[in-house]
């Protein structure tokens, strides 16, 4: 079964640092894989997704991810953390040619930018 | 805005109680997918429904049942509630079933709370 793990529930960085949230999957055949962002009382929002074209994706909000199979991981950054990305983020997976198939997520991670 | 509507936003009701949550889907997609989303469990995938039929099933229980309507939007009927019920559900829609890249679009959720 797929499966993804978010290393780190809480990241706290300084504004313009380096934003890095971690992704890792589980599974024998590299998945899809997707990045969502959740705003305080909102519902999810596609940051970027990987289709296996190009590895590394670039997404909306100046937000990125590399896609790196030989360590099964798919982690999210950002050179330059502004105020406004305070969220939750969270990885998802979805399987390889199996239809319109529901996501797994992971447990997310709370981005906090300080000031 | 995604284009998913969800009512209502919020739901304060008692144990034992049954309700209903809807969800209208972005105009042209097929899929409707519930994902539940409390402290402990994280973001669960509960079912799926493609053009009025279910698709798929996730960690559901048996008090909870959802349908499609033939006007594609999608009501979950939760019932005998119990306080480890309240979460926030979301719904999401996608086009169709043709692919595992396809986008899920979360509408803004409904906030349930079983006292």
């Known amino acids: 079964a797929q499966s993804v793990t978010q290393l780190g529930s809480h990241v706290s960085v300084s504004e313009g640092a380096l934003v890095l949230l971690r992704c890792n999957y589980s599974?024998?055949?590299?998945?899809?894989l997707f990045w969502y962002v959740q705003y305080p009382n909102q519902g999810l929002q596609l940051l970027l997704k990987y289709t296996s074209a190009a590895t590394l994706v670039k997404g909306i909000n100046g937000f990125e991810a590399e896609f790196k199979k030989s360590e099964t991981s798919f982690h999210l950054t950002k050179p330059s953390a502004h105020m406004s990305d305070a969220a939750e983020y969270f990885c998802a997976v979805s399987p390889r040619n199996s239809g319109n198939t529901p996501l797994v997520f992971g447990k997310g991670t709370r981005l906090s930018v300080i000031a | 805005d995604s284009g998913v509507t969800q009512t209502p936003k919020h739901l304060i009701t008692a144990t034992g109680q049954r309700v209903t949550l809807r969800c209208s889907p972005r105009s042209g997609d097929l899929s409707v997918y519930w994902y539940q989303q409390s402290l402990d469990q994280g973001l669960q995938f509960l079912i799926q429904?493609?053009?009025?039929?279910?698709?798929a099933k996730g960690n559901i229980l048996e008090r909870f049942s959802a349908q499609q309507f033939p006007d594609l939007h999608s009501e979950l009927n939760l019932s005998s509630l119990e306080l480890g019920d309240s979460a926030l559900y979301f719904c999401?829609?996608?086009?169709?079933?043709?692919?595992?890249?396809?986008?899920?679009?979360f509408g803004p959720g409904t906030r349930l709370t079983v006292l």
């Open positions: 999401a829609s996608s086009i169709g079933l043709a692919r595992s890249t396809d986008t899920q679009y």
């Open positions: 599974s024998s055949v590299p998945p899809y």
């Open positions: 429904y493609y053009n009025g039929e279910e698709r």
